[in-house]
């Protein structure tokens, strides 16, 4: 008898746990990005042309390669959402110094876990290069392993894809220093231990990937 | 029966109206309290120079007891260098009543703490006719009795105020000083500083009247009282009580005490040696007698402004004013500008030491380095112009992430600034509906900032400052759910929904990080900003308006 009550109890719990979200599209929708209640999912699937490929750009000294998956998550007990999310390798001169890419089969507590993740969709503009459907752009946060520096904890850098012309696609990232936002990589606080982070293993530039067979 | 109903419901409203009468508020004062013989109100010194230009005694008193005719923001007194002695010029609590004006001020003596105070100095003008004022230097000395029982019980002011002798001497200043530096002058009416029995003793003849202060009007519980950190503005907040003395039953003894300079008996019309011409002065208590003299008393605690906020504020909107129409003219610029401020206290009034132009980050006109500002520094101003480049580099209409979190930089105490308080820390963002601030709440001391703000600071190893910290999650999710409304709110809603979608989006988002700061707003009001500030909450999901 004692064991139906514990068994109830517990099924009860879980049913009072088990929030029911709303589902509206991430991308166009009335509601604001967080509101309690709702489920923000990819409805268009926008994401699914980043997803399960590995990127690859190729310069002199350095190869960058980015890989994508979209996750649901639950997030602050408010609210779900799928979310873009990426690991990353840089290499540089033959020195492989940072490799994120098998983060994207773990999953972890929220997106902001995974070095990037998805922001919202930009309109076009002129310097959006090839693009052809609205608001084709997206922001993705970027944030390095081990950051101690304020600076780089808001990185962003733009992302969209297009087609060559050998109509192949190509994934650009535009990632410029006024993801800073004003602040100083270099600055020290004099009440506070200098950051240990202070350069970024990806350099600021426009970067465009080709898709890895 | 219907005649009699009738005629008490008529009576019930000419009562109602009657009550009405008796409470009438000033425009633009701050009304603490209903009493049904007077009314209480909060000035400042030009404020209240202004507010009885009729009255040329009470204008010659302050002219010539603080040597100034007039008090400019800008203008910091050099008097309280001179003596070591301030005199708070922001917070002047008024009584006025047919047979008495009372006008308190706050004296510091030492630097502030956070905190109630242990002691506690409050200057004091009273007048039973409006001419002729007597002066008093009351101390209230909380060792015996707690700050927070007396506030919950003013009947108790007897039993813990002393008053200190004041002399003939015109600067009160100087006349501060030289009571309180002679021993022959300490304080009168205490004992070991402990017991004041002389003030125990004329409240045997007196009558006095005792009313309650009011508590704070938040929705929190326990209701704060006076002198409790409290995070309201405005006539939010908690009000001191008071007594009121009045004398005209106790004996009468002879004019004006004598002994160190007789200033002559009330009426003479005129202070010590005064003649025909001189100014007159007002008549220092010297003994309590001359308090039986004066025929009556008010007696209201002034611990100085504790809105730090409201008082931050107005000392922006006034001292920058130049600065906030400057950058909201530059708002069409693809550029952001900006100021940092470097203020100094003194006489409970803020003067500018120094305006730092923030500058760009290299090759990045679309934000301002706010790093490069001192932390000594009270806070920043800087615009948030309409359009970066282009739609997909406009900037942040209302404030961002990194704006929020450069306010806890300018909340901490530095060598340089130790009477500096966390709630008058603020960053500004001039857009093109007017100004928007960022401050934190009266109640953070330097004490509780680092606890309070736990999920978003990080503190040194000393352990007395913090900085925000943007790698822990809650402001990484702050920034990305920030942009992704502003964004939202730019491209899908009217301009005329955007400035309320704007503000509602912050203080949500805010709300549900409990990230406790307060957001104020000054109208941009056609280019003047001379409108009043008002504070931003959330009403059932929509954005309140309350003007302070």
Sequence with gaps: ?213 | MKKIYCLLVASLLMLGCMQEDIYKQVPGDTEYAAHPKGRLFVLNQNELLKKYPQNGNLQSVLEHGFKQSSFLPTTLNDSAEQYGIEIDLDHIQVYEAPQMHAITYTVMMEPQHDGQPQELYNLVYFSTDYEQYYVTLLRYDFSQIPFRDFISNPGLTPQLLSFFPLNDIDNIYENIKYSISRPSMQAYGAVNHSLSVSFINITDCARTVVVEGTLCKGGGMPKHQYGEDCSMTGNKRATPGYSYMDFSDCRQPNPVSGGGGSVGAPGAGGGSGAGPGAPVKAYPVKEIDDFKRSGAVFLQINIGNTDHNLKMLKTVSSLFIDDIKELSGKLNDIKEYGYGYNLKKANGLFGLINRFRLPNPAGVNTSVDMESVFSYYYGILHSHPENTGSLSKKGSPLFSAPDLGALFKFANKTTAKPDKIAAEAFIGAVNKYGLYMVMLPNEVTQANIATKYADFVKVNTIGNTVRADYDKPKWIDIAKELKDEYQRIEKDLGDNEKKEAHETALLKILEEFKLDVNIYFLDKNGGSFNGSWQKLSLNNGRVQYTNL
């Design chain 1, 1 to 213: 008898m004692k064991t139906i009550y514990i068994i109830s109890a517990f099924i009860f719990v879980q049913l009072l746990q088990a929030q029911t979200y709303t589902m509206v599209d991430l991308f166009n929708r009335n509601q604001r990005y967080g509101e309690r209640g709702y489920y923000f999912h990819d409805t268009q699937g926008y994401f699914n042309i980043y997803k399960n490929a590995t990127w690859q750009h190729t310069s002199a000294n350095m190869t960058i390669q980015l890989r994508f998956n979209v996750k649901t998550f639950v997030k602050h007990n408010r609210f779900k959402t799928d979310a873009l999310v990426g690991g990353i390798r840089i290499v540089k001169s033959g020195t492989e110094v940072l490799n994120t890419l098998y983060e994207v089969q773990q999953l972890k507590p929220s997106d902001i876990n995974y070095v990037v993740y998805n922001g919202h969709r930009i309109p076009n503009t002129p310097d959006c290069f090839g693009c052809i459907i609205p608001d084709q752009r997206i922001r993705m946060y970027y944030r390095e392993p081990d950051n101690d520096n304020n600076a780089f904890s808001f990185l962003y850098f733009d992302m969209h894809i297009y087609y060559d012309r050998q109509n192949q696609p190509v994934l650009r990232i535009v990632f410029t220093e006024e993801a800073l936002q004003g602040m100083n990589p270099a600055y020290v606080d004099p009440d506070f231990p200098a950051p240990s982070k202070t350069q970024l293993f990806l350099p600021f530039g426009t970067y465009d990937f080709v898709k890895m067979p």
